[in-house]
């Protein structure tokens, strides 16, 4: 599934590598990190000192020693105060913590889309945004899940189980400590290793969990499809295949569980009742207290508490830390398209604009754009026609430099553009592509969006020059009116005409209309066919289009072929030529509205 990742395998040195490469984000809030642990142990201690505190009591209480009970005052308010002592450390490392946690997860989150955001199309289009998301999404909370179990569940168990060894064995014969050594051993090692084998069975009921989940939507979606055919029992009967193999693999896991439970249930039992029998031992040769006894009692279940939680952390320690190495790799991706070491900023005189020799292939074995030469002239319209598939719109991405040529250079002013910044690169060229995708906001933010800080009055310019103004104000939220996911609440052709606002109002240098009034109906295209003209006045302007109408005032025309030059000339020289220019024109000739874009 995430097979374009690096292939490294996920491994426990990675785990330690991928902790290693957060480390720096904690680092910034290290003094509260600190503060954190320092709450932890405090909280720990307090909670160690009840049982000590509840031996006191006990043997204070107890009637076989010499002379009348008193009330053991100062223990039993010291019980209380240690108590709140924990719950108190217990809290405050929440919440010193909260701000570590939380930015790291901020800072995390920030720094995987800008990565995203640097990487290039050809990666983007090879994977499924939901997938990218999905990942981006569980990395952040892997880093999140890490954090809260190392710091609130591992840290604070291994912590008591140091003051818990400490005391008994300082206090006690070494017997009592060696047992609940091998106890908490024995638990440990029984856990894991269960956990591990169940593990299978929980990935399995997830994997069908989604499984059934997609049938169900999909039966659902193809509602109509299911009438037509008649064909309810058949999808039910899918639907409870992936159900009845469901079934048993949470039956298992459940079975599973409840076995792991009791295995270490005993182990906690053989445990407790060898140290309960050293105890009572010891009473009755009188070297221990009835206190003690209680204390060592207390002091193993307190810390078998959090044990019980160690099969759930383990199996969610993994899963987060699969997480994280998926982001990781994601990270450590790298970009196809990077500005060059020593990149400047492009610098536009005229906007000359050279394609030298270009050859390009999105894959290796299928070459897309063979030996294409094109001289965009400073002020000068260019147009590109050819059949569907030719390689036109590529010619835009390369000028984007959304992928690097194979073989050749393309130059703006005699700049390679693979030597100035992308940032820069970009911000000289205005498009209008072929499919315009909008974002799911205002028609105000997606006009201003080829300048966030152009004054409303030029935002309102821009849409009459793109007439579409009059369409706006006829809405009754105006500008404010929302356009839907990738602006499908539009028509082609009125998105389209925001499309060109939006390369009015940006300005460039260098102008590319690609199939720009393609969804226009033929009067909407002439009106337009004006102010694109105005537009493209003065500036160096490549249009591909399809319909030669509008191309034939164009200063040079080139016809492409499956990636090569066929013919160029000026409408007239073409017409005179009698070649492919003239059997398309012949053909368009033919229908009075003109072809429309494939
Ligand atoms: N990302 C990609 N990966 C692989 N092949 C691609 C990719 N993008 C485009 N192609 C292929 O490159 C060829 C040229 O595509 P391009 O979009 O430049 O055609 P076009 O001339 O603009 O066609 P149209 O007139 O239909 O818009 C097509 O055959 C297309 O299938
Ligand atoms: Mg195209």
Known sequence: MHTLYTSEPHTDRRDWQNIRAMAPLLWDYRGRAALALLSLVLAKVANVGVPLVLKEIVDSLDATGAGPLVLPLTFLLGYGALRLAASLFNELRDAVFAKVRYRAMRQISLKVLRHLHELSLRFHLQRKTGAISQDLDRGTRSLSSILNYLLFNILPTMAEFVLVASILFSQYDAKFAFVTFLTVAAYVIFTLMVTEWRMHFRLTMNALDSEANSRSVDSLINYETVKYFG???????????????????????????????????????????????????????GEMSMGDLVLVNALLLQLFIPLNFLGIV?????????????????????????????????????????????????????????????????????????????????????????????????????????????????????????????????????LAYARPDASRAEIEQAAAMAHIKEFIESLPDAYETMVGERGLKLSGGEKQRVAIARAILKQPSVLVFDEATSALDTKTEQDIQETLAEVAKNRTTLVIAHRLSTIVDADQIVVLDQGSIVERGTHEELLAHNGHYLTMWELQKKEPQGSSGS
């Open 314 to 446: 383990y199996r969610q320690l993994k899963y987060s830390f699969a997480d994280m190495d998926l982001m990781v790799k994601l990270l450590e991706t790298e970009a196809e398209v990077q500005d060059a070491e020593q990149a400047t900023s492009l610098k536009t005189d005229h906007a000359k604009v050279c394609f030298d020799a270009v050859n390009f292939s999105y894959q290796p074995e299928r070459p897309i754009l063979k030996d294409f030469s094109l001289t965009l002239e400073p002020g000068k319209k260019v147009a590109v026609v050819g059949p569907s598939g030719a390689g036109k719109s590529t010619l835009a991405r390369l000028l984007f430099r959304f992928y690097d040529v194979t073989d050749g250079s393309i130059t703006i002013d005699g700049q390679d553009i693979r030597e100035v910044t992308q940032d820069s690169l970009r911000a000289a060229i205005g498009i209008v592509p072929q499919d315009v995708v909008l974002f799911n906001d205002t028609l105000y933010y997606n």
């Open 231 to 285: 064909n309810e029992e058949l999808e039910l009967n899918r639907y409870d295949s992936t159900l009845e193999k469901w079934e048993h693999a949470a039956v298992q896991s459940q079975t599973s569980m409840s076995a792991l439970n009791f295995g270490q249930g005993s182990i906690i039992a053989v445990g407790v009742t060898f140290l309960m029998i050293f105890a009572a031992n010891g009473v009755v040769s």
